[in-house]
Every structure is written in C-alpha cells, then in structure tokens.
C-alpha cells in the first residue's frame, strides 16, 4: 500500500541530544499526526496538526504541519531513554469518497545513556 | 473502556484455520480502521468503517479477509483458511470527526502467528 517518506530511517543519538525526523508526501494532506510506538505496543498518538504552517508543542515535542501541507518534521529536545521507540507520522485526506490515513514507514528511535 | 481494546491479545493458530480478531472502538467514534503491521514494518490499511455508509475495502489482500462492524461499534476481522504470510499484527483504531478535526485513536493490536 502507499506509504508516505519518512527519515530517518533509524537514529542513535546520545541522552539529552534533540531529534528531529519528517515525512514528506507528493499529495496534500488536511491533517498530519505523530505517533509513537514501543515492542508490543500499539501507535500512542503524540501531536496532531490540523492547520497548514500550524506548530504545536507537547512537552519535549514540537511539531509543525508543513506549508505546502506536502510535509511535517517533529522534533524533540533533550532526549531521554524512555523515548526509545518507532516513530509514525500519518497524513489523513478524503480519498474517492472516504478518508484515508496514509502512514510514513516509521524512525526508529534508540538512545544511549 | 476509555480506549480502543482489541482481543485476543495473541493468536497462535494452524495453517488452514479460521481466525477472528475482534476491536471495540471508544465509545461514540463512528469511524474505525484495521490495519496489519508486519514484523519492523509500517501499518498497511486494510478496511475502514464510517458510520452507516458502506466499506472501504480497497485494502484486505485477498478474499479471505472480510470485517464486520455491527450496530456501528464493536468489529470483527475474519481470515479464513489462513496462511503463514498473515502473520503480523492487527491494530484496530478508531477516530471521531469533530468540526473538521479528525484523530485516530489505536488498540494495542492482536499478534497473529500462523504456524
């Protein structure tokens, strides 16, 4: 199925370093989301974007709803163990009729203490 | 409950065999979504369910996958005569609309092992 790009694929940063990571589309998008995922777990949604240019922060984590509503990046400042994890972003549209949810094929999060 | 919930939890089943996976959206979410997520892969959509309108089926892989969603709440996730290749895990979200702003909310998923 169609997937939106996302980068990194995969990170190794070091305890209190910032991460950033985006997704971009060749289509528009009305709503982007973040997500994060642990082993075993199902997506917890993060930051939800609703505006072109929109750029929300929630706690350590900023993210923004590209201008051109083609891309969206997130962010996090002073990275933490327990942010360990797969990262999705999620682009939604209506779609021939229905609304569809288009995932990026996800950033792999690893942080060293 | 206050989320979705899916059960069971995991499934362990022989090839050939029928499975069901079920999801309970939260409460008052018109719209819900399957998705199968492969081992280190992304979420492959599979059906989605809005409201009383009729599914988007466009992305079940064969016609053993079907769904039902009844009295618009709780979904079940049919595979029959199951393969090896549908191994993976079954997330089930669901989202309400609300003057425009949709977000989706997911279960923990059901790990489905073919042996």
């Known amino acids: 199925g169609q997937q939106l790009n996302q980068s990194p694929q995969s990170m190794f940063i070091q305890e209190g370093e910032d991460v950033s990571m985006n997704c971009t589309s060749s289509s528009i998008f009305n709503t982007w989301l973040w997500y994060k995922q642990e082993p075993g777990e199902g997506p917890v949604l993060l930051i939800a974007l609703y505006k072109a240019g929109e750029l929300t922060s929630n706690g350590r984590l900023t993210a923004q709803f590209g201008i051109t509503r083609k891309d969206s990046f997130l962010n996090i400042s002073a990275s933490i163990p327990s942010d360990v994890g797969i990262y999705f972003c999620?682009?939604?549209?209506?779609?021939?009729?229905?609304?569809?949810?288009?995932f990026g094929t996800g950033t792999r999060l690893k942080v060293l203490a | 409950g206050a989320g979705v919930s899916q059960s069971p939890s995991n499934k362990v089943t022989e090839k050939g065999k029928d499975v069901e996976l079920r999801c309970d959206p939260i409460?008052?979410?018109?719209?819900l979504y399957w998705y199968r997520q492969s081992l280190g892969q992304g979420l492959e959509f599979l059906i989605y369910f809005q409201g009383n309108s009729a599914p988007d089926k466009s992305g079940l892989p064969s016609d053993r996958f079907s769904a039902e969603r009844t009295g618009g709440s709780v979904s079940t996730l049919t595979i029959q005569r199951t393969q090896q290749e549908d191994s993976a895990v079954y997330l089930c979200?669901?989202?309400?609309?609300?003057?425009?702003?949709?977000?989706?909310?997911f279960g923990p998923g059901t790990r489905l092992l073919v042996l």
């Open positions: 999620a682009g939604h549209r209506r779609t021939s009729g229905t609304y569809k949810y288009i």
């Open positions: 979200a669901s989202s309400l609309s609300r003057g425009g702003q949709e977000t989706q909310y």
């Open positions: 409460s008052g979410h018109t719209a």
